[in-house]
């Protein structure tokens, strides 16, 4: 596996550089074009379309992002794209379209949101649409399911384990999945200090992002624990 050092150099905008959802929304193409001429990584959300596509989009439901009811995953691609987001210019895209706009100006890291028994599929049409892509990019999912087929349907892509908790039973869910080809972790910011963490930092040299810095102060904490964030809502670049 080629180096993936990029993943610490530059701060990640979750789900692009949106506003908040005020006026620039979040996984749209005007986040992903804000984030790239800011210079920032870009981290992005995808669903399977009903014929078997990547979208780029968060919930499993429509209505918090566009205001109509139904599943993403129930719509083929084009009807996903000709629904607007947020009530915009935005459409939902397919991650072929984001990856096209981005064009290797600044490294993607894409989420895989899977529903078990109606996501068959993600993995590999997320690894053909990165098959002729020459930017930076990696793929990662809290979804256990999916990361066992990472491996498989796309080798060569780094990949990395979402992740969350402190309980017991949430470090023995993670350490499980070392077992499987994990180039980095993705951790709540809010949870960092804990001993799978631990483990992995003294014994495997992975690199580790949080998720979602929202303040300065938030930013402090994880920058003395892991090696970059995922943010959204403030610059990290202002004092």
Known sequence: MPSIDWLKKTPIAHRGLHDLNNKRWENTLSAFDAAASAGFAI????????????VVFHDGTLDRVTGQKGNIDELTAQQA??????????????????????DGRVPIIIELKGIAGR??????????????????AAI?????H???????????IPAGLTAEGLRDEDMEAHFSMLAYEIDFISYNVHHLENRFLEFVNSHLNLPVISWTVRSAADKVKSDALVDQITFEGFDPRLP
Do not use: N, W
Not at 86 to 102: F, M, N, R, S, V
């Open 146 to 156: 999916l990361i066992r087929l990472f491996g498989k349907d796309a080798p060569g």
């Open 43 to 54: 981290e992005c959300d995808v669903h399977l379309s009903a014929d078997g596509k990547a």
């Open 140 to 144: 990662m999912s809290f979804d256990h």
């Open 119 to 136: 996501d068959d599929g993600l993995v590999k049409a997320v690894a053909s649409d990165l098959a002729a892509y020459q930017g930076q």
């Open 81 to 102: 794209c000709e629904i607007r987001v947020g009530g915009t210019k935005d459409h939902i895209p397919t991650l072929a379209e984001a990856l096209k706009l981005i």
